[in-house]
């Protein structure tokens, strides 16, 4: 079953030329022809505007925008979605640096379709070589949303990888901002917003690809401080009431802790510098979790225990 649903395609780009071209086709490449593209130029210095204006000459459902002086990213992501058109039916935030399998909007939207009370639709997503999102079971394409929620927040299944997700424009339009600032990886945060009263559909094909590069937010900043092990603690705390009994959403914090108080005492090993521990006893102390010497010592100790058994994981760390 097709969909002729109207589909509003976002891509808030900074600097992007690099990659935009690729992204841009795999658009107008897409099987589900009644899409329009809205790309939002966040007053970058490459040749990224000259790339866009060139597909949009070409292509009238292009729609290119620009902004008189860079914004704050998250701030970005919000204005692209408020250009979005007022009769799409469903929109796909593809970032500047990924693309899109030809069937990806004709297959996910018409899961949406059979299914009114999805509100979000994944797939399997390619990144560099490794395929994510697996664990879902093969036979199902509709999930109630809050058993979703609660595999990501245990940590089972990352089947709500932002970077390959559909949503229904109408839980865009109830949201403004729909991506809250507070967070940094915002997208996380307001799906498991919708995860409460939404159902998640899942394609098990992978249609969506995310390209590894040294540029990119996720190494730059994600990877390099460890950001998820202080924002998961926080959408635990904001988000786990909802999906969890008290006792087992304290259990789940203190697991996480405990990996985290350990990766501290890693990073201390490993020299990671001021900046990293500045950024993640900012975020402790913003969830009220301060380590006490007793839980550095724990941990230091776990970390000794697992140097001695797993002598090729600290050489990992160490990069020796």
């Known amino acids: 079953m097709s969909s002729n649903a109207f589909v509003s395609v976002v891509t808030p780009v900074y600097n992007g030329g690099k990659f935009l ?35 949009a000459e070409n292509d009238p459902r292009i729609h290119l925008h620009r902004n008189d002086h860079t914004l704050p990213m998250i701030d970005n992501w919000n204005r692209a979605l408020e250009l979005m058109s007022g009769d799409s039916r469903y929109c796909r935030v593809l970032h500047a640096d990924d693309t899109m ?16 009370s999805i509100g979000i639709v994944g797939c399997f997503r390619l990144r560099g070589e490794t395929i994510h ?22 940590q089972k299944i990352f089947a709500l990888a932002p970077t390959s997700n559909l949503l229904r424009s109408d839980l865009v339009r109830q949201h403004r901002p729909f991506y809250p600032s507070a967070y940094l990886h915002a997208d996380l945060a307001i799906y498991l917003e919708l995860m409460r009263d939404n159902d998640f559909g899942f394609v098990h094909d992978v249609l969506a690809f995310s390209r590894e590069h040294g540029d990119s ?4 900043v994600a990877e390099r401080n460890q950001t ?3 924002e ?12 969890f009994s008290e006792d087992e959403r304290a259990r789940l914090e203190r697991d996480h802790l405990r990996r985290y108080y350990r990766n501290l005492v890693r990073g201390f090993v490993t020299r990671r510098g001021r900046a990293f521990f500045d950024y993640h006893l900012a975020g402790l102390k913003e969830a009220g979790r301060l380590p006490t010497p007793l839980d550095l010592l724990s941990a230091t100790g776990r970390e000794i225990f697992a140097a001695v058994t797993q002598p090729g994981k600290l050489r990992r760390h160490l990069k020796i």
């Open 232 to 243: 998961w603690l926080l959408l635990l705390q904001r988000y786990g009431p909802k999906f």
């Open 217 to 220: 937010v996720t190494v730059t």
């Open 21 to 55: 071209d690729e992204c841009i086709e795999s658009v107008r490449a897409q099987s589900h022809a009644h899409f329009e593209h809205v790309i939002l130029d966040n007053a970058s210095s490459d040749d990224t505007h000259a790339i866009a204006a060139r597909h």
């Open 228 to 230: 998820l092990l202080k």
């Open 133 to 154: 999102c697996e664990g879902l079971p093969r036979q199902r394409e509709v999930f109630e949303g809050a058993e979703i929620a609660r595999l990501f927040l245990r």
């Open 101 to 116: 399998h030809p069937e990806y909007l004709e297959r996910t939207t018409a899961i949406a379709e059979r299914h009114p």
